[in-house]
């Protein structure tokens, strides 16, 4: 059985930083792109971020400059830093990834059970 687990999310002040980490453990044989989305209650949920397992990232218009996304293959593990936090960045964050277990032929998706990020003073 695949799993993501998020950890890093918190309360922070406007302009502050915070490091969102998620780690994908079980029968992986390989993993292609993961990413993050963020959803608010009420919206639809949205994309954050992504990288593919060669290094090339993707941003949303509303993040670009102020997040980086980055990886740990050996790890399995994704990254999101962000920087200059604003207060509509408050969301639930939510990792994916692509992921091939082992014995599979087939790729799955999967998603991380959502991590909290509120930006407030």
């Known amino acids: 059985q695949v799993q993501l687990v998020e950890s890093g999310g918190g309360l922070v002040q406007p302009g502050g930083s915070l490091r969102l980490s998620c780690a994908a453990s079980?029968?992986?044989?390989?993993?292609?792109?993961m990413g993050w989305y963020r959803q608010v209650l009420g919206k639809q949920r949205e994309l954050v971020a992504t990288i593919r397992s060669g290094g090339s990232t993707n941003y949303a218009d509303s993040v670009k400059g102020r997040f980086t996304i980055s990886r740990n293959n050996t790890k399995n593990t994704v990254y999101l830093q962000m920087n200059s936090l604003k207060p509509e960045d408050t969301a639930v964050y939510f990792c994916?990834?692509?992921?091939?277990?082992?014995?599979?032929?087939?790729?799955?998706?999967?998603w991380g059970q959502g991590t909290q990020v509120t930006v407030s003073s």
């Open positions: 079980g029968s992986i044989l390989s993993i292609n792109a």
């Open positions: 994916n990834a692509d992921i091939l277990g082992r014995g599979r032929i087939t790729w799955s998706n999967y």
